[in-house]
């Protein structure tokens, strides 16, 4: 059975940095493309990044330079590092799993990050 | 920066059939856009619907089908039920690793 965790969720003061980890079982993260996706409280789905299995790495233009996605396919688990923390940067985070053509097949439960002073 | 576009809120009655739309602030839908749509209900993950613009992910039912109509991918209900009443969102895959999500469409089964 496929199964994201998320973790490393929490609240952080804006300028801070923080890394979130998702977790994969039921498949290896190295064979498929790996993304994450932000939900802003009361607002709609917003990718963030996506990590293919040629380890080449995409961001959405607002976090370019801040976040870095990363895997450790030893630990089957997805990264990503956030610097320079903004307020508007408070999200859940969600994994997903992604195929060519299929975009995003599954997903975590989400952890959430709260940006704030 | 193009924007993906969805309806904000839809209503259908018990038993009735929706369309939900998903189009492009420039230019028009293709399957080129691999376009998928996913069901949120509130404080849960987004559950995978269709994929591949018309391809039903595992468990989903038959009620749910994903198609292109004119210049938007669409989603089409029929025989709403009351357990439908979510938020659904479309992503387009807009080539060179970036894909974009439409705003989400609130839907109401009353």
């Known amino acids: 059975e496929v199964q994201l965790v998320e973790s490393g969720g929490g609240l952080i003061q804006p300028g801070g940095s923080l890394r979130l980890s998702c977790a994969a079982s039921g498949f290896s993260v190295s064979n498929f493309y790996m993304t994450w996706v932000r939900q802003a409280p009361g607002k709609g789905l917003d990718w963030v990044s996506v990590?293919?299995?040629?380890?080449?790495?995409d961001y959405t233009d607002s976090v370019k330079g801040r976040f870095t996605v990363s895997r450790d396919n030893s630990k089957n688990t997805l990264y990503l590092q956030m610097n320079s923390l903004r307020a508007e940067d408070t999200a859940v985070y969600y994994c997903?799993?992604?195929?060519?053509?299929?975009?995003?097949?599954?997903w975590g439960q989400g952890t959430l990050v709260t940006v704030s002073s | 920066q193009t924007v993906v576009t969805q309806e904000p809120s839809f209503s259908v009655s018990p038993g009735g059939a929706v369309t939900l739309t998903c189009g492009l602030s420039?230019?028009?839908?293709?399957?080129?856009?691999?376009p998928s749509w996913y069901q949120q209900t509130p404080g849960q993950a987004p559950r995978t619907l269709i994929y591949?613009?018309?391809i039903r992910s595992s468990g989903v039912p038959d009620r749910f089908s994903g198609s292109i109509l004119g210049n938007k991918a669409a989603l089409t209900i029929t025989g709403a039920q009351a357990d439908d009443e979510s938020d659904y969102y479309c992503?387009?895959?807009?080539?060179?690793?970036?894909?974009?999500f439409g705003g989400g469409t609130k839907l109401t089964v009353l």
């Open positions: 997903a799993r992604g195929r060519p053509a299929y975009n995003f097949d599954y």
């Open positions: 591949n613009t018309n």
């Open positions: 992503v387009l895959y807009m080539g060179s690793g970036i894909w974009v």
């Open positions: 990590i293919h299995t040629s380890d080449n790495t």
């Open positions: 420039s230019g028009s839908v293709s399957t080129s856009y691999y």
